[in-house]
């Protein structure tokens, strides 16, 4: 059973920058493309950036492009996301997902398994 764990949210001011990372364990996952989505309270999950099985190939959403960084490090089969440049409508739970094909998608069913989220919080 493949498990995600995400760690690195938190409180940060407008502005500021965090650096979130999912460790996956108990299955392959360096053969696969990885997600992070969020979602903030009263709306529905969104994706927010993914990268396919070698890392050469990224997408954003529009809201992030430009501020958020998705890399991974297939040796410690961890994935990251670089948030700069931080915005109150950041603020949400932020989930790591792994995808059902090396290929990367914006689409939450590509995905069939899920971490616990991590918390951010952007203040203005």
């Known amino acids: 059973q493949v498990q995600l764990v995400e760690s690195g949210g938190g409180l940060v001011q407008a502005g500021g920058s965090l650096r979130l990372s999912c460790a996956a364990s108990?299955?392959?996952?360096?053969?696969?493309?990885m997600g992070w989505f969020r979602q903030a309270p009263g709306k529905e999950r969104e994706f927010v950036a993914g990268i396919n099985w070698s890392g050469a190939i990224e997408y954003y959403a529009d809201s992030v492009k430009d501020r958020f960084t998705i890399t991974r490090d297939n040796a410690k089969t961890t994935v990251y996301l670089q948030m700069n440049s931080l915005k109150p409508e950041d603020t949400a739970v932020y989930y790591c997902?792994?995808?059902?094909?090396?290929?990367?998608?914006?689409?939450?069913?590509?995905?069939?398994?899920w971490g616990q989220g991590t918390q951010v919080t952007v203040s203005s």
């Open positions: 997902a792994r995808g059902r094909t090396v290929v990367v998608s914006i689409r939450d069913y590509d995905y069939d398994y």
């Open positions: 108990g299955g392959p996952a360096s053969q696969y493309a």
